[in-house]
């Protein structure tokens, strides 16, 4: 059974289960462990050798009446939130907030920054309201100009149409020099553009990394010296190139990242509670509709934002179980 986020009402609790009773509505994060190594007790959960993803590496993810979790992976609901919008936002709300968070010392500051790729989509829409909250400055990446309103909503310093430019897939063989040549000034166009924003030779401070195979050597390239491109997905292609020398001599951090610590997971979903984030729903679709809204997105045919299931929430809407 897939499906790694949720909303819903705890049913039944384990003898050992202090934390949480049968009735309290909840949200789910999907990382799961068996909490009994090091990293789990006192380092970071997510480099536990036992760290698993519940509803893509487990039997028994969220698209079903009901579900087993871990206690660790609860949290509180939003009440303002109606039930599907509640559950559409953990997964990549998390994700984002450790990507930005995560990694010491490269953490987002105020005055930052910081270039998102795929600003509509469901991690972008994260980044880039983290980003503003903190007082830093999203420069976001979308595939077209119906794109940059929704951007520019959601708190946007600037906001670059990615096909203005021709600069994607893998690098060029260094030793082809005109190739390489010919690659090299079509990066400094786009590196232009986020001038734009940053100012003229302000590189950007990180880059929100997850397309991978088609945006990798430009991020490389783009960002600042000493600064970091961090990583959660590959979605156009897992084989990530990028020129070594500017890595090494400009002192650039390549980092991986994968979901959250429950702190992590925590403290984001606070955000949500106090409203200074909003779970950016675009679509709700029926039980059945769960086919398609993977389809959807495999096609990247799917509205900015987030999409959500009604499990056995009656109708949309509903923010108590009456």
């Known amino acids: 059974i897939a499906g790694s986020d949720a909303s819903g009402v705890v049913w039944a609790v384990g003898s050992k289960v202090k934390r949480w009773k049968i009735g309290d509505e909840v949200v789910i994060h999907c990382n799961q462990d068996d909490g009994d190594d090091e990293e789990c007790n006192g380092g970071d959960p997510m480099l536990s050798n036992s760290q698993r993803i519940w ?5 028994d993810g ?14 509180h609901r939003p009440k303002h939130l109606t039930w599907e919008e509640s559950g559409c936002y953990v997964l990549c709300l998390a994700t984002a907030y450790r990507m930005l968070y995560g990694h010491e010392p490269h953490t987002l500051k105020p005055g930052q920054n910081v270039l998102v790729w795929g600003a509509t989509g469901g991690l972008g829409v994260f980044a880039t309201q983290l980003i503003k909250f903190a007082g830093a400055n999203a420069i976001g990446v979308v595939s077209s100009e119906d794109k940059i309103k929704y951007v520019k909503s959601l708190g946007a310093k600037g906001i670059i149409n990615r096909k203005n430019f021709n600069c994607w897939g893998e690098l060029p063989d260094v030793s082809d020099t005109k190739a390489y040549g010919e690659y090299l000034e ?24 997850h397309p991978g195979g088609q945006t990798f050597p430009v991020s490389c390239f783009v960002v600042k010296r000493g600064g970091m491109v961090v990583y ?18 400009h ?10 610590t429950l702190k992590q997971a925590s403290e984001a979903n606070k955000l949500i509670i106090n409203k200074n984030i909003q779970p950016c729903m675009s679509e709700v679709l029926s039980w059945k509709d769960i086919p398609e809204a993977h389809m959807k997105m495999a096609r990247n045919e ?15 809407g509903m923010k108590t179980l009456k």
């Open 232 to 249: 959660c997905a590959a979605t156009s292609g897992y084989n990530l190139t990028f020129d070594a020398r500017y890595g090494w001599m």
């Open 186 to 209: 079509k990066v400094k166009e786009f590196g232009k553009a986020i001038w734009e924003f940053t100012g003229k030779y302000v590189a950007v401070d990180s880059v929100f990394e």
């Open 62 to 75: 969220s698209f079903a009446q009901f579900t087993s979790v871990q206690q660790q992976q609860i949290m």
């Open 302 to 316: 799917h509205k900015p934002g987030n999409m959500a299931v009604l499990v056995q929430a009656k109708k949309p």
């Open 251 to 260: 002192q650039k951090r390549i980092q991986g990242s994968h979901f959250a």
């Open 55 to 59: 509803g893509y590496e487990t039997p």
